[in-house]
Structure formats: C-alpha cells, structure tokens
C-alpha cells in the first residue's frame, strides 16, 4: 500500500462505521479502515465497500502508515473501555499534532479525561457526537463535535461535507465547544429522544384505549399529524410502523412485546440533571416508564389484582384526537425547555460557550429528534441569544397559553381512561409550577427548620438573610450551617 495516500482513518466497522466510511467515499475522501476483527476488513472491502478507493488495513501500524499528516483517526467503537484500549494502541503510531476522534456514544467526563490527558502528549482529541442511526450515517448524520479547539480546522470539512443539509444548504455540524461538550450535548439530545418516543407511546395508548383505533386508523392519524405542527421523523417511522403487517397479515407492531430497552444515554442526562439541580423531570419519567415497561412479568400478575376503570370507547373522536394532539406538542415544547435548561446549567459548570440556537440547527436534519419544530427553537434564540427559558420566547408562550385547555382535557381523558401518562403529567405539573409565583416551598422550608434548624429567608427580608425559629420552645438558638447539595 502507497504511504501517506488516505485522508482519514477509521475504526470500528459496525454499521454506523461502515456507512460513515462509504459515506466518506461518496464525497471523494479517500478513508483508510481497520477493525479489532481482522476479517471484518476484507469482508467490507470484498462486499459493501467493493468499487471504492476505501482501503483496508489488517494492523494499526499500517492504518497509522497511509494516513496523510496529520493523521486524522476516527474510533466507532464501544463506548467506556474499549475506547481507552484503542487509544493506547494507537498512541505508539502516532506523532505530535496527530488527531483522534470518538464519534461513538462515549460519556461525557470520559471526554474531558480524554482531551486533556491526549494534550499533554501533544495528541489532539475530539470527542463527537453523531446521530442519525444507520440512515443518517450513510447518508447525511447530525454531527456535534466538541474537545481540543485546535482539531477542529483539521475535521472541519470532512464533517459538514458528510453531514445533513437543511434547507439554506448549511450542515448539521458545527463546533460545539471544549473537552465533553459535544458528547455533552449528543447526551441530552438522546434524553430528548427519550421524550419524544414516550410521549408519543402515550398519545398512542391514549388513542388506542380511549377511543378503540386499531392500527390503520392509528397510521392514518399520526399520517396526518405529520403534515403539521409534529413534522418529524419519529412521527414518520410512527405512522409506517403501524402499517407494517406480519406474515399473517396482522399488524406487527401488535405482536412486538412491551419491554423497551435502553442503552444509557437517558439514564445519564438524568443524572446529571440530579447533579446540577435541573429539574428535567420529563426525561427522568421516560428513563422510568422504560424500566417499568421492563417488569413486564410483575406487571402481568399485577394486572389480575389491580383493578382500573372501565369505560366505553370515546365517542368524539374528532376532538378527542384533537386533545391528544395538543397535549403531546405541549409536552414536547417542555420537554426541550428542560433540555436546553440542562445545556445552559451544564454550560456554567463547564465554562463552555453553548450555542443554542446553532445546536438546534444541528439537529434540524440527519438525527433521530430531527422535525418542524427545531426551526422555532432556532428562532428563538436567533432574536434572544440571551433568553432564559425558551417557554417565555412568544412563539412556545402564546401556543401553550392557546393550547393548555387541551392539553388539560387530554390528562383528564387519560386518567378517565386509567391510561398511564408519566410524560404528558409531568410537563403539564413543571409548566404549572414554572407559572406559579408563589410555590409552597415556604411550608417545606418551615419543616426543614423544625426538624433540622435548616433555617430559612423571608419574604419581608432581602434574599440571603438566614433565620431560625424555636418552633417548640424546647430547641435551642443554634442554626444549621446553609447549604445545597
């Protein structure tokens, strides 16, 4: 093989690295592979990859050999260890300058370690995020690339020369920020992935058991849904899959069993909601109704003990699917204030300088929670770089003041119904407590300080004066110390 004659190394050919490659291939860059399974390279070359310049490699020494320097080497790989083992393989063929990329689904405290352990030997590191599955891979992936600013003149043309277009033209990929921060913001899209797929198994359930749909009627609806306001791919797929028929001419989703897995993304953007005191409670019951769905045996047995009500199907389904239809948007607009609640605090932690309105260009095309919807957010942001909340930008105000009627009546319906909806509940409770001036934490904060001396401030008082009342007459004077976990 010609040394120096590649203009990019990858590893790992799974079908995200496979498609990526070909990808790479379509838009003339010339990819040099390898992957741990040796045979896999002359299985993809022999067959997917037959009639492209793509070039084998059967070691990293000679995948380090064709590479043009700076050497540019993209990992798709497990994320967690097999990531670090990789790069301790290929630390010995490279040279100062050289790049490495994580595009796999890495957590985002690994990439900082990465970034900056990779610096200190003169390797530079980018740790991105790609969303799209295996479509968007190989033809057009949202690609949110964050680590050591220095890479990115190095990677950015490959990366918006294979990434999604909207429709001025303009990538799905822009430099995310420092160190985790593009794993950091491919995380809390997942968790908004979350939400959007639970919202819409609710608008689902609510349709099936409130109104009897079966699964042409329930096609034929999100079909329609799709021409408006929820344009998106997870409405698409939604309506194709309930026109999917099994051998047996019976609708297939129907025989799908009700257990969801679940790879971790969710679980950790709730944890580091928990850790930076964010309420994004919409993503934490998505996480939850998926590991409820998972007892599935539990919930068999409990099932025969348990009792629901029992009502006849709806019988205005105009309306009744109307409801439906708002309070899924609604709840889909708190559930991406909340997210980007989330990049804003996490932001402040890290010292990254987020931008919010171009992360929603980014997932305007090629990723999974791509849709009409992520225009506004960028709206948004573009006339208020600086707003706070996007609930308080007009567009998502004014059509959650015209929409909550409906989107009340459709809980109501749903608890009428003894349908679970963990996802339409909560956003409905954070939207109600967002709009509340007054909270009762002031009746928490009193029994905090009765039981604990926690203390508290007061409303005739400036803010961060601390008082102490002896609510029995037989505690002492002393206060605890003031603090928050």
């Not at 990808?23 to 390898?34: I, S, T």
């Not at 991105?128 to 690609?143: F, K, M, Q």
């Not at 939850?288 to 047995?301: D, I, N, P, Y």
């Not at 007009?394 to 003041?401: G, H, I």
Request: proline share 3%.
């Amino acid at each position: 093989m010609q040394k120096e004659t590649c203009d990019i190394g990858l590893i790992g050919l799974a079908v995200m690295g496979q498609n990526l490659v070909l990808n790479m291939n379509d838009h003339g860059y010339r990819v040099a592979v390898f992957n741990r399974t040796v045979s896999k390279v002359d299985d993809f070359i022999n067959n997917e990859a037959k009639g492209t310049q793509v070039v084998g490699a059967h070691s990293i020494a000679e995948l380090a050999e064709v590479l043009k320097k700076p050497r540019r080497v993209m990992l798709m790989v497990k994320a967690g260890d097999t990531v670090d083992q990789m790069i301790d393989q290929l630390l010995p063929h490279l040279e100062k300058g050289d790049i490495i990329i994580d595009g796999g689904n890495s957590h985002y405290p690994d990439t900082n370690r990465r970034t900056k352990t990779l610096a200190d030997k003169g390797i530079l590191f980018i740790g991105t995020g790609v969303s799209g599955g295996e479509e968007g891979a190989r033809h057009g992936p949202s690609i949110m690339p964050g680590g050591n600013p220095a890479a990115w003149p190095y990677v950015k043309e490959i990366f918006q020369a294979i990434a999604a277009k909207v429709e001025d033209g303009s990538p799905c990929c822009d430099w995310v920020g420092e160190n985790g921060a593009g794993h950091y913001v491919k995380m809390v899209h997942n968790g908004i992935e979350y939400g959007d797929m639970q919202l819409i198994c609710e608008a689902y359930q609510l349709l099936h058991d409130g109104l009897g749909l079966n699964a042409q009627e329930l096609h034929d609806v999100f079909e329609e849904w799709n021409k408006g306001e929820l344009d998106s791919y997870l409405i698409e797929i939604t309506y194709q899959i309930f026109s999917k028929n099994d051998d047996d001419g019976a609708p297939l989703v129907d025989k799908i069993l009700d257990t969801a897995g679940q790879k971790g993304t969710g679980k950790w953007t709730g944890i580091s909601a928990l850790d930076t005191g964010t309420p994004v409670t919409l993503i934490g019951e998505a996480v939850f109704a998926r590991c409820l769905s998972a007892m599935k045996a539990e919930r068999v047995g409990a099932a025969t003990i348990l009792s629901g009500p029992k009502l006849a199907a709806a019988q205005d389904r105009k309306n009744f699917i109307e409801d439906v239809r708002r309070a899924l948007y609604c709840s889909k607009m708190i559930s991406y204030a909340q997210g980007y609640m989330l990049l804003r605090e996490a932001a402040k932690e890290e010292g990254w300088n987020l931008n919010f309105g171009g992360i929603a260009l980014m997932w305007r095309g090629g990723c999974i929670i791509r849709s009409r919807f992520l225009g506004k957010i960028k709206e948004a942001y573009d006339k208020n770089p600086q707003l706070t909340n996007l609930l308080l930008d007009d567009f998502f105000s004014q059509t959650l003041n015209g929409y909550q009627a409906s989107w009340r009546r459709g809980i109501i319906k749903a608890i009428e119904y003894g349908v679970p909806t963990p996802a339409f509940s909560t956003a409905l409770s954070f939207y109600d407590g967002y709009r509340t001036a007054r909270l009762p934490a002031n009746l928490l904060q009193a029994q905090r300080d009765f039981f604990g001396a926690h203390t508290y401030e007061r409303v005739d008082k400036p803010r961060g004066q601390f008082f102490h009342t002896n609510w029995t007459g037989r505690g002492g004077r002393t206060s605890s110390g003031t603090y928050n976990a």
